[in-house]
């Protein structure tokens, strides 16, 4: 693919950012500034790295207005440089389309409604009644679902499957793997023998949602599973039936919620959080790595669980002495009865 070049005059344009240095330079790269080229842009938003300023090779570099100190070089002045690296490198590097045009090998149901420029790839079938919008472009072998409706400008890579009675929004992205509208965990016991339970309801996805590849999102069991709008998932994450997850969150790899969690908007989970069923999490929480929520929260904050790695033999001590924890805290509420009887005889 051709790469795209931009001068730092049109740069500037996009990050909305004032240029100090030669606006007619060519950039076609972003890069960091300890291996930036003359060719390539990069950016300074954490102080740490700024005595890298005075040799990076860089032919742009987007600093804040807030930077106070002098630079020779050209550089352009925005107020969110790291953001506006972001915006620079959607510009520089766009990916290319997984369709651009609709393959004969496509399979379309009669019944199915298609906007303008629709592109589909090699063997994409779509179901019965389905709705894609103006401008969608879904990758090969991927699969729409009776039903299912995909709003406009919304991309699709290869080998996504999305059952029926699903609703994609406008400008989201799917990655390949992703499973969207599967059956959620749902089973009544009968002397021991399982017994399914039909999972009734749907999935809802909001506008500008991204979502990694190999994830899973869940329909409702009775009503809809819903991601809302600005909402970004890594890959390998897993969203069961039920689970509303607010505008703006945004969770890393290996997330999992389970069923029927209300989460708020605006959150932030890391890797391998995890959240058991039926809790309402506040709009703002923080998980950081591996923590597992087993209680609603009411208010934003960062949490964690869990301990960081240690050799094994101090973690073997450690957890020896976990198990005394409970005989640990009889103890000292004892010798704290006794510490205070102390202390109020010697009062007298």
């Known amino acids: 693919m051709q790469a795209t070049v931009l001068t730092v005059a049109e740069i500037a344009k996009i990050v909305g950012g004032k240029v100090e240095g030669d606006g007619r330079l060519s950039i076609s790269a972003v890069a960091s500034l300890d291996v930036a080229q003359p060719h390539e842009i990069s950016f300074l938003s954490n102080p740490k790295f700024e005595e890298q300023?005075?040799?990076?090779?860089?032919?742009?570099?987007?600093?804040?207005?807030?930077?106070?100190?002098t630079f020779a070089n050209t550089h352009i002045r925005c107020e969110n440089p790291y953001l506006a690296f972001a915006l620079v490198s959607l510009a520089l590097n766009p990916n290319p389309?997984?369709?651009?045009?609709?393959?004969?090998?496509?399979?379309?149901?009669?019944?199915?409604?298609?906007?303008?420029?629709?592109?589909?790839?090699?063997?994409?079938?779509?179901?019965?009644?389905?709705?894609i919008e103006d401008n969608v472009v879904i990758g090969a072998n991927s699969t729409i679902g009776e039903g299912t409706k995909v709003q406009a400008n919304t991309v699709i890579y290869a080998n996504v499957a999305i059952y029926h009675g699903v609703d994609?929004?406008?400008?989201?992205?799917?990655?390949s793997g992703t499973v969207i509208g599967s059956d959620g965990f749902g089973y009544a016991n009968d002397a021991g023998q399982w017994t399914k339970i039909a999972q009734t309801g749907g999935v809802v996805i909001?506008?500008?949602?991204?979502?990694?590849?190999?994830?899973?999102?869940?329909?409702?069991?009775?009503n809809d599973t819903i991601i809302k709008t600005g909402v970004k998932i890594d890959n390998l994450c897993h969203i069961a039936h039920n689970v509303e997850v607010g505008e703006n969150t945004a969770m890393a790899a290996f997330t999992g919620i389970a069923g029927s969690t209300v989460i708020g908007k605006s959150c932030a989970f890391s890797g391998r959080s995890s959240i058991i069923g039926h809790l309402n999490i506040a709009d703002g929480t923080h998980l950081t790595a591996g923590t597992l929520v087993s209680k609603s929260n009411h208010k934003a904050g960062v949490f964690s669980s869990g301990t960081g790695a240690q050799e094994n033999k101090q973690w073997r001590k450690n957890v020896?002495?976990?198990?005394?924890?409970?005989?640990?805290?009889?103890?000292?509420?004892?010798?704290?009865?006794?510490?205070?009887?102390?202390?109020?005889?010697?009062?007298?």
């Open 168 to 175: 994609i929004g406008k400008d989201c992205i799917i990655h």
């Open 206 to 222: 909001g506008n500008n949602v991204e979502i990694g590849a190999n994830t899973t999102i869940d329909r409702g069991a009775l």
């Open 320 to 348: 020896a002495r976990f198990k005394q924890l409970d005989e640990m805290a009889k103890k000292i509420r004892l010798l704290e009865k006794k510490v205070n009887q102390l202390e109020r005889g010697e009062s007298h």
């Open 53 to 69: 300023l005075n040799t990076t090779q860089s032919g742009c570099v987007l600093l804040s207005n807030d930077y106070k100190k």
């Open 97 to 131: 389309k997984p369709a651009t045009a609709i393959s004969k090998s496509a399979c379309i149901h009669s019944t199915a409604k298609l906007g303008v420029n629709v592109c589909l790839g090699d063997s994409v079938s779509i179901s019965k009644d389905c709705v």
